[in-house]
């Protein structure tokens, strides 16, 4: 079966695009001195751009590709062979979908941080597959090259977890729509713990800004995740995220 390619012009973009990989390696080692991706996308003109601009730290150290792939069978293979720091997909494959593709990395390589490329954001029942997941960072395929990437590295480089903003705007809606009684669920001080969640902070960090004791922040944590039928304080932030709880 053939393959359709898609004529992608990035001439306009190619001198952000050549400054963006150097800041993405810097937060990638600052996070994890053996740092290195895993690449899979359907557009294989979007493959070749990001696999063409290697990725170095300030240092001049290269980023490794552990390997790319445009199919999820592919990409899943070089997750398991290579355990890399963060696979970045689209969710349009040439085989697969990149949602199940993160769904499934997830489950089986917790360790492996993903980012997930979408090119409709109306496609909303796939992002919020992803978000249940644990999809450490969603991005808008039309902000690639405007510093999409690199905000969602730096967030999950922090522990946090990134929505591209108008997605973030689109999810917000739906939820207050269908629930209008979902935002007054949580209280503001749950709501804001989960927004020093959602920002990387550690329990004593969120306890320090808020003016608690650790032990109230781990209190609200637990009753949050008990709510939101969450994993953990990181799944508790992507769940609140998904239903419009916090932005």
Same mark, same amino acid.
């Given at each position: 079966m053939g393959v359709r390619l898609c004529r992608l012009d990035f001439t306009p973009l190619l001198e952000r695009l050549r400054e963006r990989p150097s800041l993405i390696a810097a937060a990638l080692e600052d996070a994890h001195n053996d740092a290195s991706l895993v690449v899979c996308a359907g557009? /294989? =003109?979007?493959?070749?751009?990001?696999?063409? @601009?290697? &990725?170095? *730290?300030?240092? %001049?150290?290269?980023?490794?590709? !552990?390997?790319?792939?445009?199919?999820?069978?592919?990409?899943?293979?070089?997750?398991?062979?290579?355990?890399?720091?963060?696979?970045?997909?689209?969710?349009?494959?040439?085989?697969?979908?990149?949602?199940?593709?993160?769904?499934?990395?997830?489950?089986?390589?917790?360790?492996?941080?993903?980012?997930?490329?979408?090119?409709?954001?109306?496609?909303?029942?796939?992002?919020? /597959? =992803?978000?249940?997941?644990?999809?450490?960072? @969603?991005? &808008?395929? *039309?902000?690639? %090259?405007?510093?999409?990437?690199? !905000?969602?590295?730096?967030?999950?480089?922090?522990?946090?977890?990134?929505?591209e903003r108008q997605l973030a705007d689109q999810r917000r809606q739906g939820a207050i729509a269908t629930d209008p009684q979902g935002l007054a669920d949580l209280s503001p001080r749950q709501t804001e713990v989960l927004r020093g969640v959602q920002q990387g902070l550690t329990n004593e960090q969120i306890a320090h800004r808020l003016y608690l004791s650790p032990e109230t922040v781990k209190t609200h944590l637990r009753l949050l995740r008990q709510r939101l039928g969450a994993r953990d304080r990181g799944h508790a932030a992507v769940l609140a995220m998904q239903q419009g709880l916090i932005e």
């Open positions: 557009n /294989r =003109a979007l493959l070749g751009a990001w696999l063409n @601009i290697p &990725l170095r *730290s300030g240092n %001049g150290r290269e980023i490794p590709v !552990a390997g790319a792939a445009t199919t999820a069978s592919e990409a899943l293979g070089l997750v398991a062979r290579h355990q890399p720091t963060l696979l970045l997909c689209t969710d349009q494959l040439e085989e697969g979908d990149g949602t199940t593709l993160v769904e499934t990395v997830k489950q089986r390589h917790s360790s492996t941080h993903t980012i997930l490329v979408v090119r409709d954001g109306r496609r909303r029942q796939a992002i919020r /597959r =992803a978000m249940a997941a644990g999809c450490d960072g @969603i991005c &808008l395929e *039309s902000r690639v %090259g405007q510093g999409t990437i690199l !905000a969602a590295v730096q967030s999950i480089c922090a522990g946090g977890t990134y929505l």
